[in-house]
C-alpha cells in the first residue's frame, strides 16, 4: 500500500459541509418523478378523489405489483399518502398543489397541441 503525504492526510476527519443542491436540480429530480405514464394517471384520479388501490387498478391498466411499485415511488417523493380502512389501502394527493400542477401542465398542452393544429391547418392550406 502506498503512503500518503500529509497533505492527503491533513484534512481527514473533518468534512466539508455539501453544498445544498441548487433549485433547478431538485426541479429536474421532481419532474423524473412524475416522469411515469402510470403515476401520472395515478395522480389525476387522485386529484378527483382518494382511491382505494382495488378502484385505481382498472383504471391505470396494470398488474397490482406494477401498481404497487409506482405507489412507492409517489410515496416516497411525498406526492401521496396512504391510509388503511380494513384490509383496503386508500391513497390520496398529499397536498392540493399537485392538482393544481397537473391542471397547469393539461393547459400547457391544450396550447401547444393548438399551435400544432394551427400550424398543420397552414401546411394543408398552402399545399
Known amino acids: 500500500m502506498p503512503s500518503r503525504s500529509a497533505d492527503e492526510t491533513a484534512g481527514e476527519g473533518r468534512r466539508e459541509p455539501r453544498p445544498d ?3 433547478y436540480q431538485l426541479k429536474a ?3 423524473k418523478t412524475l416522469g411515469h405514464p402510470v403515476r401520472i394517471r395515478v395522480l389525476e384520479l387522485l386529484s378527483i378523489r382518494p382511491h382505494a388501490v382495488s378502484e385505481m387498478l382498472p383504471e391505470v391498466g396494470v398488474e397490482s405489483a406494477a401498481l404497487s411499485q409506482q405507489l412507492a415511488v409517489l410515496r416516497r417523493a411525498n406526492l401521496v399518502t396512504a391510509r388503511r380502512e380494513g384490509s ?3 391513497y390520496q394527493l398529499a397536498t392540493d398543489d399537485v392538482a393544481e400542477l397537473l391542471r397547469v401542465a393539461r393547459g400547457i398542452l ?7 393544429i394551427e400550424l398543420l ?6 399545399s
Not at 110 to 116: A, N
Not at 121 to 126: F, H, I
Open 21 to 23: 443542491p441548487p433549485l
Open 29 to 31: 429530480e421532481f419532474f
Open 88 to 90: 383496503a389501502v386508500y
Open 110 to 116: 391544450t396550447g401547444v397541441l393548438q399551435g400544432q
Open 121 to 126: 391547418a397552414g401546411l394543408r392550406a398552402s
